[in-house]
């Protein structure tokens, strides 16, 4: 198969690689998921050759190309955009179905999520917790310690 890209396209291309395998690889150790690397190195293989050298290092042990330092700090504001809305997004959604499955218990959430329209239901324990957290960010979150 062959794809013809613009330069630009291509500079595009080897940010988005870069950050889909940065999502997908950067918690893992012993499970990297090699074919992400596989195809991000190919892409970075062609920017190098396309006069994209800026965002390419080449790792002499592997024998790959690489993302350069270059690119990582380029991608630096989008990667931290998605981390900090995706942290709040996560909050919200596990402290209102904390909140729920303690209202109504676990099976209940269960099957809310099993519904076509069940988080719905949810939408009350959501609110008050974006509510909370945009007019408060973590100043009033605390572990309480029961003994």
Do not use: C
């Not at 080897?14 to 150790?29: F, I, P, Q, S």
């Not at 076509?116 to 324990?125: I, K, S």
């Amino acid at each position: 198969m062959k794809i013809e890209l613009t330069k630009q396209q291509l500079a595009v291309l080897v940010k988005l690689a870069y950050l889909g395998n940065r999502m997908a690889n950067d918690w893992r150790t012993d499970d990297v998921i090699e074919e992400y690397d596989e195809v991000e190195s190919l892409v970075l293989e062609a920017a190098l050759k396309h006069g994209l050298g800026d965002y390419v290092d080449f790792d002499e042990e592997t024998k790959k190309a690489i993302p350069s330092g270059e690119l990582e700090e380029k991608m630096a504001e989008a990667v931290d955009f998605y981390a900090d809305n995706s942290f709040w997004d996560q909050l919200i959604y596990r402290m209102a179905d904390r909140d729920y499955a303690r209202k109504f218990g676990q099976e209940a959430l269960d099957a809310l999520y099993a519904e076509e329209h069940g988080t719905e239901r949810l939408r009350p324990f959501v609110d008050k917790y974006e509510k909370e957290f945009y007019d408060n960010g973590l100043d009033r979150v605390e572990i309480r310690r029961d003994h």
